[in-house]
């Protein structure tokens, strides 16, 4: 084991000496498009009344940058770039927050999903070690291939332009979008449980298909659920192909990712009227049969 996971390992296991019996971990992974951002805003606005039962949707150190951020994307950004003494402080910050009758911890970001493949071998070792100093499990839901791939490459194209990435907001055709294996990796849904299996162990991923209400399954899986208590609205509505046309237009100018955040609101008012007129899919009929081709769905 290298000499920094001895060090994260030992550090970590210090924090949690303390308690009496062994924290449960559920890290929701997503994926992408199955009403994450939801999930995430229903959880962060009811922090108070899930620590009433015990349960800890932690605030994170992001909140400093972006206080109206409600998952944890330091998770996979730690870990993608291996700064390890961030990810400890990080889970210092959680441990902090941790009450006497709190046994579950719940972090949620769908980047784990998005760049699992992106993760060297290093940083899944500390994954590993995770699940050997806390009681974890894993929650995905996964998507009908065809919808997801057609939402993610949508988000793609909103989101902003990153170093080393070849996809996130360029001016990119979906046929274009899917010759970049990057793109297509995210198809392998089999691939992705089999891989967390062996870091996890395989009775602590728990697989879900996405059936369009999220918040709702996860309230009643946490033992929340009420005749009064219910689910957040969809957060993010999907783009048609037209705002998507405009959005590929403005990826030319490079804009920097704040400055594109302050076109949304206006691009979302165009996106509501041009829905009146245009409902067509992205996918023609070469292109289903592309990403069912490339696709490993899992068999629920």
């Known amino acids: 084991m290298e000499k920094s996971n001895i060090h994260f390992a030992n550090e970590l296991a210090a924090l949690l000496k303390p308690f009496e019996q062994s924290l449960k971990i559920i890290l929701h992974a997503g994926t992408p498009k199955t009403g994450t951002t939801s999930l995430q805003t229903y959880l962060e606005k009811r922090q108070r009344k899930l620590r ?78 995770l699940s050997s100093l806390f009681d974890l499990e894993v929650w995905v839901w996964f998507r009908e291939p065809l919808a997801f791939i057609e939402s ?5 194209i909103r989101n902003p332009q990153i170093e080393n990435n070849r996809c996130y907001g360029k001016d990119l055709s979906f046929a274009e979008m899917l010759e970049i294996d990057w793109f297509t990796q995210h198809l392998n849904y089999q691939g992705f449980v089999t891989e967390c299996q062996a870091v996890f162990g395989k009775n602590n991923v728990s697989v879900f298909q996405y059936e ?16 009064h208590d219910n689910p957040t609205p969809r957060q993010n509505k999907s783009l048609n192909s037209a705002s998507i046309k405009l959005l590929r237009m403005i990826n030319n100018y490079n804009m920097k990712a704040k400055d594109k955040e302050c076109l949304m609101p206006h691009l979302k008012k165009i996106n509501g009227i041009l829905g009146n007129y245009v409902n067509e899919s992205l996918l023609d009929a070469d292109a289903k049969k592309r990403v ?5 769905p899992i068999r629920f």
């Open 52 to 129: 009433g039962k015990g349960i800890l949707y932690p605030h994170n150190l992001e909140k400093l940058q972006n206080p109206t951020a409600p998952k944890h994307q330091w998770f996979e950004k730690n870990l993608v770039t291996i700064h390890l003494e961030n990810f400890l402080e990080n889970f210092k910050n959680i441990i902090a927050q941790v009450k006497k009758d709190t046994h579950t911890i719940i972090l949620s970001s769908e980047g784990i999903y998005n760049y699992w493949w992106d993760f060297p071998e290093e940083s899944k070792k500390i994954l590993s070690q």
């Open 152 to 156: 993610y490459y949508k988000q793609c």
């Open 212 to 227: 369009g209400d999220v918040v709702q399954e996860v309230i009643q899986k946490l033992g929340l659920a009420t005749p």
């Open 292 to 296: 069912l081709a490339v696709s490993r």
